[in-house]
Structure formats: C-alpha cells, structure tokens
C-alpha cells in the first residue's frame, strides 16, 4: 500500500511527512539513530514490530519514489544488527515484543511474536529486491524453514503468538489481543513472491523447493521454471527452464552461505559453481522451449554439520546441533 500511496504525489507528500516526523525532537528518530548508533535496541523503545514495520514503509517509499541513499543505510545497519547481535538461531527476533540488548536472547519468556517474524520476512524481501543480494534470501531461508512455518499448528487451525525456543507452543486460534492469527497467513502468502523472482537480466532462484514457478521475463516473455527436489532433506535439485519460445538471458541459482561446494551441470555438461559476490551463480544461455532439455541437473549442495556453542546472556553454556539450513535443537 505504501508503495500504490508513494507513487501518487499526494502519497508522496504524506510519505515525506512521516519520514520528517520520525525525526522531530519528539519522534523516535528512527533514521538517524540507524546511521549513528547502529542499534535497533537504541531505536526509541525498541519495539520490533513497529519498527520492522516502519522499515519496511522506508525501503518501499525508497523503491517507488527513490531519495536520500540514507534510507537504504538506515535500513542495511538495521539488517546488520539485528543478523549480527539479537537474531534467534531459528532466524526469529525479539522477545517480550522488543530488541534488547548484544545477545541478550533467552530461550523462554515471550520469544519470537510471529507478527515480527512476518515484518522480518518482508524486511529481507524489500532488501533482496532492492540489492540482489544472497545474503538476504540466506536469512530468508533461515527464517522460512526454523522459525516461521513452525509457528502454525501443523492442521493449520492456529497460530503461536509467541514461539520460545523451549517447552511446548502456545498456539492460539483466538482473536482476541492475537493479532498473529492474521500475520501468519499474510506470512505464508509473502512466499511465492520471493522464492523465485525475476531482475533485469532473466530469472532468479532464491528458495528451492518442488513445484513449479510460473514468470514473466522483463520483455513479456513467460518463463516456467520446474523444480524437483527433497530439500532440505537432500541437497540435490533438478531445475526445468521452459521458456515460451527461445531466449537469451540468465538463470541465476544461490549458493547459501553456509554451502561448503557445489556441482552443477546443464544438460549432462559440468559447469563452475563458483558464485559471484551477489551469491549467485548465474547461466547465461539461450533456453529454448523444449521441455527437458534445458535442465539444470546434478545441481547439489554439501550439507554442513556442526554443534555450534550459542552466545547467550542467560544461557551461555547452551549448544546446539544443526544440519543446515535447519537447526535441530
């Protein structure tokens, strides 16, 4: 909606005044405090939520209207501290409905609200689409397969509020005060729209699991893109690449962070699976628009294993075993 408003000049004037009051002597300086103290803690009381929530309204006025560069700063330092210093090992954020403080992350007491994990998802989907970047699909993914789809009942008739990292899930399918009832689905909506996406130079795949995705190249051209995969109980993905009719332009995969190598091979030929700084491999070809010929087969990700120690304030001497992308306890 930001973006709809931001477009209309009216929209516009509204939008300049919000991000102006933010700033008022009385305001919660949200922007400056970004670019100077670099805390989302310090950010006027600290509620995630909220602040998320303004965030994601900056990068879409950023986007549509375009401005002061310092918005997209404000936003990045934002996205570095919370990654760095106040993120939850399933990829959740805050507890009690704040950012407190440096590693101050208590397995139990009001952990994770789902409403901020759906404003966190929305926040690394804004930055994505703005830098194509890899780094923010990475927590996307993290977010996605830990935290976010296990805070629905698995019948799909309620949502956790919050979802500590101990004991048994609260869920909830009572409106009153559960404002998460409606944020979950909003959540699970938001998917599609990221897992696979398109830019300026053809297709994009950020999230890798079986179905197929439907896209318009930027010249009108339809584009499906069939994935066939167990991941992330397996690390091989064949990918189908089905133009409706012959075309140049790039399929670009990621490579997650945590991937120690990869193979990748189009058609049966071997190719590099280098990354580029971005994060992604891209294939430049033409596709054409036979079906099963323009596969991307043995593409494989080598799984890392590890017991990581967990830095925590109140549990410092907590560990936890991960297969990841998916952590395990």
Known sequence: ?????AAQPSGSYSCQYILRAWEQPNGPHIVSTLLTAKRVNKVGNGKAYEMLSCLNGALEYYRTVGGDRQLLDACL??????????????????????????????????????????????FNAQLLRLTGEARFADQLEKVVLNQFLGAQRPDGTAW????????????????????????????????????????????VLNLYYAGTARLTLCDG?????????RYPSDGRIRIVVNPTVPKTFAVKV???????????AVNGNQLVAKPAA?????????????????????????WLSAITTIRERLRSNTARSSFVPMSLS
């Open 1 to 5: 909606m930001v973006g709809d408003q």
């Open 77 to 122: 330092n934002a996205w570095q501290d919370i990654v760095a210093k106040r993120l939850y090992l399933t990829g959740a954020a805050s507890y009690g409905e704040l950012f407190h403080d440096d590693y101050d992350l208590p397995n139990v007491a009001n952990v994770g609200e789902t409403c901020v994990t759906v404003t966190w998802l929305q």
């Open 160 to 203: 956790g509020y919050y979802v500590q990292m101990e004991g048994k899930k609260p869920y909830s399918d009572s409106l009153d005060g559960h404002c998460c009832l409606s944020s979950g689905p909003r959540g699970v909506a938001l998917i599609p729209t990221f897992a696979a996406s398109t830019d300026a130079d053809g297709v």
């Open 221 to 229: 051209t339809p584009v499906s893109l069939t994935t066939e995969t």
């Open 254 to 264: 990621r490579i997650p962070a945590w991937c120690r190598s990869a193979s990748l």
């Open 278 to 302: 971005d994060g992604y491999v891209a294939l430049q070809r033409t596709w054409t628009a036979v079906i099963r010929s323009n596969s991307i087969s043995r593409w494989s990700l080598a």
